[in-house]
């Protein structure tokens, strides 16, 4: 059973924004997921200034939110590939 087969009298449908976002995605996830890890680097880096217990609480607290935000981040660009992709069938 094929069933991506072309029916008779469709044409098919120009590429459009689906290639154009599907091309940008590894960028977008890259540049996603280095940003939060980049301040979250960047808190431990300050941190070393400071030593209290408090402050060493609210930087791990600072990573456990940045790591949540990445992985936030991975779900909606693996949400956009799957609309690209199912976008890029269809047509």
């Known amino acids: 059973m094929n069933f991506f087969n072309q029916l ?3 044409q098919r449908a120009p590429s459009g924004l689906e290639w154009r976002i599907w091309k940008k995605l590894p960028m977008i996830l890259f540049v996603g997921t280095a940003l939060p890890l980049l301040a979250s ?8 200034f400071d030593a209290s217990a408090s402050a060493q609480r609210a930087v791990e607290q600072f990573f456990y939110v940045m790591l949540g935000i990445v992985i936030f981040h991975w779900t909606l660009v693996l949400t956009l590939a799957i609309g690209c992709a199912i976008v890029m069938v269809m047509k």
């Open 41 to 48: 680097a960047g808190a431990y880096a300050l941190n070393a």
């Open 8 to 10: 008779k009298g469709f």
